[in-house]
């Protein structure tokens, strides 16, 4: 919502040729066949509905980008169960994939200029330091919630995303002993691993701390500018005020709408006291509270 930053739009990843025009943005006819076609998701598995907003209209994540280089195991696996596609690549680096990303956006840019961009993906996490290497300027943001809270409503998105297209919710498989990477989705430690090896990254300077930004979900949940306010305090980016009253409006819009309560389920109090001594190294070191 603010004017100065620039997102990938879902209809402008989804049919990226010929590139956005400044004048027709926000008119672009592609945005309602882009709007139709991911509506179709709740159409098929209406669920979907209360957990993730499926739009034309709304920014999405960049695998939608990364997986125009056939590099983007995050994004095609919710699109067909091909475990193999796993394992081919298993181990391999994702800076190819970073790379075609940012000869796109400069693609979606071209005719219609952005100030900043702001990007998003499950993978950044992951891959930071390839990331760097790609967008050695790159400031992260990072959301920290009880990570017992998010592994298990990820589940529930997974399995329902899988459910899109199969009769089956499938999270992951095992081929010549390699874990479908949606195994982890599913699995504490293989989570944790991901959190931990970012604080290793911290602690080893491969990750300037000065380029990772850190906030707390129940914060952004209760005040959402106010974070972001603080997210650009922190990397010294002055914005004016109306930048911050356009956001506000649209935190009131999107508060407004009639939304059902995304609902999953954490396990047993066993499962929860597992997975707490799981996460410890993570919450300790991030000051992340528990909400359970």
Same mark, same amino acid.
């Given at each position: 919502?603010?004017?100065?930053?620039?997102?990938?739009?879902? @209809?402008?990843?989804?049919? +990226?040729?010929?590139?956005?025009?400044?004048?027709?943005?926000?008119? /672009?006819?592609?945005?309602? *066949?882009?709007? @139709?076609?991911?509506?179709?998701?709740? !159409?098929?598995?209406?669920?979907?509905?209360?957990?993730?907003?499926?739009?034309?209209? =709304?920014?999405?994540?960049?695998?939608?980008?990364?997986?125009?280089?056939? =590099?983007?195991?995050? @994004? %095609?696996?919710?699109?067909?169960?091909?475990?193999?596609?796993?394992?081919?690549?298993?181990?391999?680096?994702?800076? +190819?994939? $970073?790379?075609?990303?940012?000869?796109?956006?400069?693609?979606?840019?071209?005719?219609? +200029?952005?100030?900043?961009?702001?990007?998003?993906?499950?993978?950044?996490?992951?891959?930071?330091?390839? *990331?760097?290497?790609?967008?050695?300027?790159?400031? $992260?943001? @990072?959301?920290?919630?009880?990570?017992?809270?998010?592994?298990?409503?990820?589940?529930?998105?997974?399995?329902? %995303?899988?459910?899109?297209?199969? /009769?089956?919710?499938?999270? #992951?498989?095992?081929? /010549?002993?390699?874990?479908?990477?949606?195994?982890?989705? &599913?699995?504490?430690?293989?989570?944790?691993? *991901?959190?931990?090896?970012?604080?290793?990254?911290?602690?080893?300077?491969?990750?300037?701390?000065?380029? %990772?930004?850190?906030?707390?979900?129940?914060?952004?949940?209760?005040?959402?500018?106010?974070?972001? !306010?603080?997210?650009?305090?922190?990397?010294?980016?002055?914005?004016?005020?109306?930048?911050?009253?356009?956001?506000?409006?649209?935190?009131?819009?999107?508060?407004?709408?009639? !939304?059902?309560?995304? &609902?999953?389920?954490? #396990?047993?109090?066993?499962?929860?006291? &597992?997975?707490?001594?799981?996460?410890?190294?993570?919450?300790?070191?991030?000051?992340? +509270?528990?909400?359970?």
């Amino acid at each position: 919502a603010d004017p100065a930053n620039g997102t990938t739009m879902t @209809w402008e990843v989804m049919l +990226p040729n010929p590139p956005p025009e400044t004048a027709t943005y926000k008119t /672009d006819p592609r945005r309602d *066949t882009a709007h @139709w076609r991911m509506n179709q998701w709740n !159409r098929v598995v209406p669920e979907m509905a209360a957990m993730h907003d499926w739009s034309g209209y =709304q920014p999405t994540e960049n695998i939608h980008l990364q997986c125009m280089s056939f =590099q983007s195991p995050v @994004w %095609l696996n919710i699109l067909g169960q091909v475990p193999s596609y796993n394992v081919y690549m298993h181990g391999k680096s994702l800076v +190819p994939a $970073f790379e075609y990303e940012k000869r796109a956006l400069k693609y979606l840019q071209w005719r219609n +200029p952005r100030q900043q961009w702001v990007l998003k993906t499950p993978v950044y996490l992951d891959m930071m330091p390839p *990331t760097l290497e790609v967008y050695p300027d790159a400031r $992260f943001v @990072w959301i920290h919630r009880d990570p017992v809270q998010a592994l298990s409503s990820a589940v529930a998105v997974a399995g329902t %995303l899988n459910l899109i297209r199969s /009769d089956r919710a499938y999270i #992951g498989s095992e081929i /010549d002993g390699f874990l479908g990477n949606l195994e982890a989705y &599913a699995s504490a430690e293989a989570s944790a691993v *991901t959190l931990n090896r970012v604080i290793e990254w911290l602690e080893a300077g491969i990750v300037p701390r000065n380029q %990772l930004c850190n906030v707390h979900y129940r914060d952004f949940m209760r005040d959402p500018v106010g974070v972001v !306010r603080s997210i650009y305090e922190f990397y010294g980016i002055p914005a004016e005020q109306s930048r911050y009253d356009a956001m506000q409006r649209h935190i009131d819009a999107e508060r407004s709408k009639p !939304r059902e309560r995304h &609902a999953y389920d954490v #396990g047993t109090q066993q499962d929860v006291s &597992a997975e707490r001594a799981i996460y410890k190294p993570y919450q300790d070191y991030f000051n992340v +509270p528990s909400e359970s």
